[in-house]
Every structure is written in C-alpha cells, then in structure tokens.
C-alpha cells in the first residue's frame, strides 16, 4: 500500500496553497471524510499524518494508504466520473492541514504552468508507487511487504534517511497494509527485533541498512 509517496514540499507552491486554502488544525483521529460522501475539495498533509481506508462489499476495513507532510489526498474528486469519495480519510497524528476546493484546484491547474507541472509530476510519481505497490502484493512474500513498508513509513514526510516511525503504526493495521494477520505481523516484528533490524526507544526504530537486505534476499 502507499505510504508518503511523491512528497511535494517546494516552498513557492505552498505559498501559493496556503493563500488560497483553508487551514486546519486536527486532532488525532479526525475524519475528514468518509466513503461515499460527495466529494468537493482536495487536501494537502503540512504537518503529520492521514490514513486512508476502503470498506470491501463484506465490510472488511483495509488500510489504502498512510500519508505524511507534502502529500495531497481526495484529489479523485477532480475527475468528473468520480462525484463521490472512493475512501475514508482520517488523521493518524495530530496534523495541519491545507483544504481547498475543487475549483481552486481546477483553477491552479489552469492558470499556474508551475504548479500544473509540480502537481502532474506529484500525481504520476504517486502512480509508480501504486505499481510498486501491486507487484508487491504479486511477488514477495509477507515478511518483505512487511519490511517495505516499514522503511516507506520510516521516511513518510521525514526525509528519504531518516531512521524512526514518528506515528504510531498498530500491528494490525500493519497487517492490513501488506495483505496478512496480526499474528503474522508480530512474528515478523519480533523476529525483525531479535536480529537486531527494529528496536523500539522514543518510537519504533530501524536499522536500514539490514532491513533493506531482507528485501533483496
């Protein structure tokens, strides 16, 4: 599943946010949406952390993506064959956020050639990660997505070298990022414990460099 893709954090285009959003200050937990509602206004991560989340026919609860500061979510909103939101949007942190409507958005893309190209290149760098994340899902074994996503949530709005999860991930939405159980997931971040690749000390951290060779095993 995604996680802090294509983070967009040039200090021109969020000036240029900021004087035509709303901004908003949101605690923990906050809904900002939910599946099915009409869909109006795109939103932009300053600070901190979203989750997004889909409901499937049985009403199983999956975890689409965790978003850190840079990233925006809701844009499906623009394409006109989708009038209503496809996931549930909730803060993780308590973060800042950037609202703005629809028509703002579909103004910007039309006015601004520079914020047209950043936006573009957000929307398709976003798309790589959500192939990335498909043959994920095809090709490795649990306890490599497991791995993955962890060094993707390391750096989620933190910077391509940082080494500590700043937001607290449960185990269980963990296990639903990467497709298995809980049980799973704590066997593995157990095991990732003992040999030395996650230690646990002012938030979960890890040690990249092993755990990066547990993808290319």
């Known amino acids: ?8 954090k040039d200090c021109d285009l969020v000036a240029r946010l900021i004087r035509q959003a709303t901004c908003l200050n949101c605690p923990k937990n906050r809904k900002l ?5 009409t869909a109006h206004e795109v939103f932009y991560v300053q600070e901190g952390a979203v989750k997004l989340t889909a409901v499937s026919p049985e009403g199983k609860e999956g975890v689409i993506a965790v978003l850190g500061a840079g990233n ?11 009038p209503r939101r496809v996931v549930t949007a909730t803060t993780l942190v308590r973060s800042t956020l950037m609202r703005l409507e629809k028509s703002v958005i579909a103004s910007l893309l039309h006015k601004d050639a ?14 790589r990660r959500v192939e990335d994340d498909f043959a994920d899902q095809l090709f490795n074994t649990a306890e490599k997505r497991l791995a993955r996503i ?9 910077g391509a070298n940082a080494s500590t999860i ?4 449960t185990h269980e939405m963990l296990a639903q990022m990467i497709g298995t159980t809980r049980s799973r997931v704590s066997y593995f971040m157990n095991k990732f414990k003992r040999s030395g690749l996650i230690d646990y000390h002012q938030g979960l951290r890890l040690n990249r460099p092993l755990l990066t060779s547990v993808l290319n095993e």
Do not use: P, W
Request: net charge negative.
């Open 1 to 8: 599943m995604e996680s802090g893709v294509a983070v967009t």
């Open 72 to 82: 925006f979510f809701g844009e499906v909103c623009l394409l006109t064959d989708y």
């Open 33 to 37: 949406f939910v599946e099915g509602e």
């Open 150 to 158: 962890l060094l993707l949530l390391c750096h989620s709005g933190n």
């Open 114 to 127: 520079a914020f047209r190209q950043s936006f573009v290149a957000y929307l398709l760098s976003r798309n």
């Open 166 to 169: 700043t937001i607290k991930i």
